[in-house]
């Protein structure tokens, strides 16, 4: 130890004997040792997120969840009551309800066999502290135009305080994006005076719109594909036969039956009218649930509009196997 605060004890060297709160290493820390009180319980981790653990129901043919996010967690069982006792038992537990209805920044409402998920609570904080510090804000219908190019923009760079208002709403969107607020996605730009007129516009919409959310339904959507009055037909015959699907041998017998999985894919070519990238969009749902949501450039340059729709459709490709592995992985 270093300073003249500790005393007779500088020089010494200081055993940490448990993680703090706060610590670079607290949630790692804290994630092995709760990690290790779900395996007593019979929990394993998914092969694909070690926050998300699994085990095979007692009550029903299927598995019961225990999603962690530090020490936030959220139980997905026919009974997690049984847990949470056993849990309450061990650790000093808050805001314990068998029936949620707000889990990291996401207000939780079920109505039927659907649950609706939003943010309202959350935007209304992050502008209720935006509005004291910025004045008032107006409101808007849309986050922002399609034929805005922030790339073209040549107003002066941010100063140092406006750089952290830039930041703090960037922020506050990229969270919201994650949240389910993918209507959000295509309107986040970079640093300059103009960008933040326009990061500003997104929170004036969000005043307008603080409710916007999706839901959690496992019907599927039903879509009847055509092409011309004909419909399509994905029939390859045999000639791809010899591939078989590579799967982790360790992941959980599949007892859920079959989901539907439907991915969206869109670009506009030569959109960034710096590079000549294209702007690609991907929407992907499980069931009528929306789970995959994106809106960026191509990682290149592409002259012709079949080739970018090639590139957007091979990466629509990956994430629909890489979903489809990942809920395999659940089982």
């Given at each position: 130890m270093a300073g003249d605060d500790f005393g007779p004890r500088k020089g010494c060297v200081v055993t940490l004997n448990r993680a703090l709160y706060g610590l670079k290493t607290a949630s790692a820390s804290f994630h092995k040792f709760f990690g290790d009180f779900l395996r007593e319980l019979g929990f394993e981790p998914s092969r694909v997120d070690q926050d998300l653990w699994l085990q095979k129901s007692?009550?029903?043919?299927?598995?019961?969840?225990?999603a962690?996010?530090?020490?936030?967690?959220?139980?997905?069982?026919?009974?997690?009551?049984?847990?949470?006792?056993?849990?309450?038992?061990?650790?000093?537990?808050?805001?314990?309800?068998?029936?949620?209805?707000?889990?990291?920044?996401?207000?939780?409402?079920?109505?039927?066999?659907?649950?609706?998920?939003?943010?309202?609570?959350?935007?209304?904080?992050?502008?209720?502290?935006?509005?004291?510090?910025?004045?008032?804000?107006?409101?808007?219908?849309?986050?922002?135009?399609?034929?805005?190019?922030?790339?073209?923009?040549?107003?002066?760079?941010?100063?140092?305080?406006?750089?952290?208002?830039?930041?703090?709403?960037?922020?506050?969107?990229?969270?919201?994006?994650?949240?389910?607020?993918?209507?959000?996605?295509?309107?986040?730009?970079?640093?300059?005076?103009?960008?933040?007129?326009?990061?500003?516009?997104?929170?004036?919409?969000?005043?307008?719109?603080?409710?916007?959310?999706?839901?959690?339904?496992?019907?599927?959507?039903?879509?009847?594909?055509?092409?011309?009055?004909?419909?399509?037909?994905?029939?390859?015959?045999?000639?791809?036969?010899?591939?078989k699907e590579m799967l982790d041998p360790r992941f959980p017998e599949p007892l859920v039956g079959e989901l539907d999985i439907n991915l969206f894919c869109d670009l506009d070519h030569g959109h960034d009218k710096v590079t000549g990238r294209s702007v690609t969009g991907l929407f992907g749902v499980v069931g009528s649930t929306p789970v995959i949501w994106s809106s960026k450039r191509q990682p290149c340059v592409q002259t012709s509009t079949f080739g970018a729709e090639f590139t957007v459709l091979k990466k629509g490709v990956e994430e629909a196997a890489a979903l489809r592995y990942h809920l395999r992985a659940m089982g």
């Amino acid at each position: 130890m270093a300073g003249d605060d500790f005393g007779p004890r500088k020089g010494c060297v200081v055993t940490l004997n448990r993680a703090l709160y706060g610590l670079k290493t607290a949630s790692a820390s804290f994630h092995k040792f709760f990690g290790d009180f779900l395996r007593e319980l019979g929990f394993e981790p998914s092969r694909v997120d070690q926050d998300l653990w699994l085990q095979k129901s007692d009550e029903y043919e299927g598995y019961d969840y225990v999603a962690t996010h530090v020490d936030d967690i959220i139980i997905v069982a026919k009974d997690p009551v049984k847990y949470m006792d056993v849990i309450q038992q061990h650790f000093l537990v808050r805001d314990v309800t068998d029936s949620p209805d707000y889990y990291l920044g996401n207000d939780l409402i079920r109505r039927g066999n659907k649950i609706y998920v939003s943010t309202k609570n959350y935007v209304m904080e992050v502008l209720r502290k935006y509005q004291e510090k910025h004045g008032a804000l107006a409101k808007e219908n849309l986050p922002l135009k399609s034929k805005i190019h922030p790339e073209l923009d040549e107003s002066p760079q941010l100063d140092e305080e406006r750089h952290k208002e830039f930041q703090h709403i960037i922020g506050v969107c990229q969270w919201l994006i994650v949240s389910g607020r993918f209507d959000l996605t295509y309107a986040i730009s970079s640093p300059r005076e103009g960008h933040l007129e326009l990061d500003q516009k997104v929170f004036r919409y969000l005043k307008k719109y603080p409710k916007h959310g999706y839901a959690i339904n496992p019907k599927p959507l039903g879509l009847d594909l055509e092409y011309q009055k004909v419909p399509v037909k994905l029939d390859f015959g045999n000639q791809y036969s010899y591939f078989k699907e590579m799967l982790d041998p360790r992941f959980p017998e599949p007892l859920v039956g079959e989901l539907d999985i439907n991915l969206f894919c869109d670009l506009d070519h030569g959109h960034d009218k710096v590079t000549g990238r294209s702007v690609t969009g991907l929407f992907g749902v499980v069931g009528s649930t929306p789970v995959i949501w994106s809106s960026k450039r191509q990682p290149c340059v592409q002259t012709s509009t079949f080739g970018a729709e090639f590139t957007v459709l091979k990466k629509g490709v990956e994430e629909a196997a890489a979903l489809r592995y990942h809920l395999r992985a659940m089982g």
